[in-house]
């Protein structure tokens, strides 16, 4: 396999480019994004392959990249299998090939499922750019919502969101018939119509509307676009109208901000902050283009909405945080600069014409630098946006950018902690995770684990496996109660106790049941549910018992399989004195036990039946294939993250040789 496949074994769409564009590898969902097989798309242009109308925004997009080695975003649009187009937000990212020291472009395909706004301010810009108002039609809810465009239509509308039946009451009774043509789902454009639609202010207005069906994201939902032109040329309104489209200027701007804010607050990655950041500052203050620029170790690490020219990017990149130059110096000190034209930029700092690669900056449009923490404070950054030449901020401007800053700045040290916690904890769980025996004859082991999408990403599943003094095999599963640090010690105390027990009980129920005692005896806090198996590797001889666990599969060479629910008792730390019985059977050679906890069989949509199900099968044909233990686990493994597991995951693969 190649070593290049690690970057692309992944759900979302992606592909690894040469310097100069042309495609290296990709996933099977870029080649569907692209409308092409993989072998089609291999040694080919990536902004070759896109539409013609988008063809320059790609290319721009990667040799920004491949230029700057940095990290830049655009929304960009593919053709759709249902006609639709679909509408992706791509960040190209520099990486190096892990076969070798080559240097590539990673194009992918980021996940806007909970942020799907980002992915509509381009088509917001291109509608007000042509005097004209953008709206989208949820059929589902029945619902248009008004997305902003020509400030004059917006005053048209003056609810943003409202039902279709609202709408249609307005429409000229001769017009409703059309306007309900435009909102079933084909063809995917349709032309121009023209409807009269009566406002409550100043009476008929003749109203040209086209609709069109867009993919949100690659899997994401379809809804139908329309675009408005307003044709009533009576004079008599332009008065009024203009302080209509101010009020919906500003309506449109504090929505704007509102969204911003939200999603600020809710970013849960530096890789989300970012995408929140790149796809709305420029949007929300009308500047030509952003860069964010964070410190890490005592640099800055720059990435843009690929809105600004490559020598910006060039002089900021690994800039040391002590640099003289006015975007570290506004970092350090936490105050915001704005630089309206070259000549107040060398004023304000003559030292720049020492540093050329920094005098370069700002010479033909404003800059204006917020940065991301308060002076005094650790840090973290600033964004950066850049104007036209002769811009002047409005006086209301600088108090919102910087209460935005803030925000972004308390959203990143949240994630900063987070992120330490986590790996805290990840290296917690490794550490406590036990090393599977390499050598076991007539058998293969393999383990996978898998923690929870909630809270420290830390849990109390565990397994193991070891080789006992007569020549057979111990094995055990488990899940101790719940999702935290006290949980994931819980789990190696009983894992200990029960290692120290088996060295000196030959049988797993009185494994159990000495361990049940020892937990009970001590208050321990946490229960724990179990099932340990002692396998003969000369027989397939298997003796077990379960301490409330979800039971046993074994897997068949033919691709059959069977629920084995072994006998034992309740789950470990609860009920005293309690005796764990067990069952002997058979493994046959060429079949397999997968022994697993309640996440990989149990979700919000699967039931404990069904996933025992699911599992087993997946098992069974895994077998079928000549699959060994290792690639087993795998399947089992990924098709219990696919359905959206909350809770940890465990799988433990014994196949017999």
Same mark, same amino acid.
């Given at each position: 396999m190649d070593a290049s496949d690690g970057l692309l074994r992944r759900a979302d769409p992606a592909a690894l480019l040469t310097l100069d564009g042309v495609i290296s590898g990709l996933n099977a969902a870029m080649a569907t994004l692209l409308g092409r097989s993989a072998e089609q798309c291999l040694g080919r242009g990536f902004g070759d392959l896109c539409p013609a109308s988008q063809r320059m925004s790609a290319k721009s997009l990667v040799v920004h990249t491949a230029r700057t080695k940095t990290v830049a975003m655009r929304v960009l649009e593919f053709p759709g299998r249902s006609g639709a187009p679909v509408v992706c937000l791509i960040e190209a990212r520099p990486v190096k090939d892990p076969a070798g020291d080559e240097q590539l472009v990673l194009v992918h395909a980021l996940d806007t499922q909970n942020d799907l706004t980002s992915l509509l301010i381009p088509f917001r810009l291109a509608t007000e750019a042509a005097d004209v108002g953008l709206w989208m039609y949820s059929a589902h809810e029945q619902r248009l919502e008004w997305l902003g465009g020509a400030p004059a239509l917006a005053a048209t509308f003056p609810d943003p969101g409202t039902y279709l039946s609202t709408v249609i009451s307005a429409v000229h009774s001769d017009d409703q018939e059309a306007l309900r043509q435009l909102l079933r789902p084909p063809p995917a454009q349709t032309p121009w119509v023209r409807l009269r639609y009566l406002t409550p202010h100043d009476g008929w207005h003749e109203l040209t509307v086209q609709t069109r069906r867009i993919q949100l994201g690659y899997g994401g939902p379809e809804r139908t676009f329309g675009v408005v032109r307003d044709d009533t040329r009576q004079e008599k309104r332009r008065i009024r109208m203009k302080a209509r489209a101010a009020l919906a200027a500003e309506?449109?701007?504090?929505?704007?901000?509102?969204?911003?804010?939200?999603?600020?607050?809710?970013?849960?990655?530096?890789?989300?902050?970012?995408?929140?950041?790149?796809?709305?500052?420029?949007?929300?203050?009308?500047?030509?283009?952003?860069?964010?620029?964070?410190?890490?170790?005592?640099?800055?690490?720059?990435?843009?909405?690929?809105?600004?020219?490559?020598?910006?990017?060039?002089?900021?990149?690994? %800039?040391?945080?002590?640099?003289?130059?006015?975007?570290?110096?506004?970092? $350090?000190?936490?105050?915001?600069?704005?630089?309206?034209?070259?000549?107040?930029?060398?004023?304000?700092?003559?030292?720049?014409?020492?540093?050329?690669?920094?005098?370069?900056?700002?010479?033909?449009?404003?800059?204006?630098?917020?940065?991301?923490?308060?002076?005094?404070?650790?840090?973290?950054?600033?964004?950066?946006?850049?104007?036209?030449?002769?811009?002047?901020?409005?006086?209301?401007?600088?108090?919102?950018?910087?209460?935005?800053?803030?925000?972004?700045?308390?959203?990143?040290? $949240?994630?900063?902690l987070q992120q330490a916690r986590v790996e805290l904890a990840t290296a917690l769980q490794q550490t406590m995770l036990p090393t599977l025996p390499e050598h076991l004859?007539?058998? !293969?082991?393999?383990?996978?684990?898998?923690?929870?999408?909630?809270?420290?990403?830390?849990?109390?599943?565990?397994?193991?496996?070891?080789?006992?003094?007569?020549?057979?095999?111990?094995? !055990?599963?488990?899940?101790?109660?719940?999702?935290?640090?006290?949980?994931?010690?819980?789990?190696?105390?009983?894992?200990?106790? %029960? $290692?120290?027990?088996?060295?000196?009980?030959?049988?797993?129920?009185?494994?159990?049941?000495?361990?049940?005692?020892?937990?009970?005896? %001590?208050?321990?806090?946490?229960?724990?549910?179990?099932?340990?198996?002692?396998?003969?590797?000369?027989?397939?001889?298997?003796?077990?018992?379960?301490?409330?666990?979800?039971?046993?599969?074994?897997?068949?060479?033919?691709?059959?399989?069977?629920?084995?629910?072994?006998?034992?008792?309740?789950?470990?730390?609860?009920?005293?004195?309690? !005796?764990?019985?067990?069952?002997?059977?058979?493994?046959?050679?060429?079949?397999?036990?997968?022994?697993?906890?309640?996440?990989?069989?149990?979700?919000?949509? &699967?039931?404990?039946?069904?996933?025992?199900?699911?599992?087993?099968?997946?098992?069974?044909?895994?077998?079928?294939?000549?699959?060994?233990?290792?690639?087993?686990?795998?399947?089992? &493994?990924?098709?219990?993250?696919?359905?959206?597991?909350?809770?940890?995951?465990?799988?433990?693969?014994i196949r017999r040789t």
């Open positions: 309506r449109q701007r504090a929505k704007d901000t509102a969204d911003f804010s939200s999603a600020l607050i809710t970013a849960a990655t530096e890789q989300e902050l970012q995408q929140v950041v790149l796809t709305r500052l420029a949007a929300t203050f009308g500047a030509s283009g952003a860069l964010l620029a964070l410190v890490d170790e005592g640099r800055l690490r720059v990435s843009t909405d690929a809105g600004i020219t490559m020598r910006e990017v060039e002089a900021l990149q690994g %800039m040391p945080l002590n640099d003289p130059c006015l975007i570290p110096e506004a970092i $350090r000190t936490g105050k915001c600069q704005f630089v309206p034209d070259r000549k107040n930029y060398i004023h304000r700092w003559p030292h720049a014409v020492e540093y050329p690669r920094i005098g370069r900056l700002g010479p033909d449009y404003a800059v204006s630098i917020t940065p991301l923490s308060e002076t005094g404070s650790q840090p973290l950054g600033a964004w950066v946006m850049f104007y036209g030449s002769g811009h002047r901020p409005p006086l209301d401007e600088q108090p919102l950018m910087v209460t935005l800053a803030d925000l972004a700045g308390q959203a990143l040290r $949240r994630i900063r004859p007539g058998l !293969e082991v393999a383990a996978r684990y898998r923690p929870s999408r909630d809270g420290l990403d830390i849990g109390g599943d565990w397994y193991d496996a070891f080789a006992m003094p007569d020549g057979t095999v111990a094995m !055990e599963i488990g899940d101790a109660q719940g999702h935290d640090v006290d949980a994931a010690a819980a789990m190696g105390q009983v894992r200990s106790f %029960m $290692r120290g027990i088996a060295a000196h009980e030959a049988h797993p129920g009185a494994v159990l049941t000495r361990t049940n005692e020892l937990l009970v005896t %001590m208050g321990a806090a946490r229960f724990a549910s179990c099932t340990m198996l002692h396998l003969d590797p000369r027989d397939g001889r298997v003796t077990g018992a379960s301490a409330g666990h979800v039971p046993v599969l074994y897997a068949h060479k033919d691709g059959s399989h069977s629920i084995h629910e072994l006998p034992g008792g309740p789950v470990l730390g609860v009920v005293p004195d309690t !005796e764990y019985r067990e069952e002997t059977f058979t493994l046959d050679e060429d079949s397999a036990l997968v022994m697993v906890t309640d996440g990989v069989v149990e979700g919000p949509g &699967l039931t404990l039946e069904a996933g025992l199900e699911r599992a087993g099968t997946l098992a069974g044909a895994a077998l079928h294939d000549g699959l060994n233990a290792e690639e087993t686990a795998d399947r089992i &493994l990924d098709a219990a993250v696919a359905v959206d597991h909350l809770d940890d995951v465990a799988v433990l693969v």
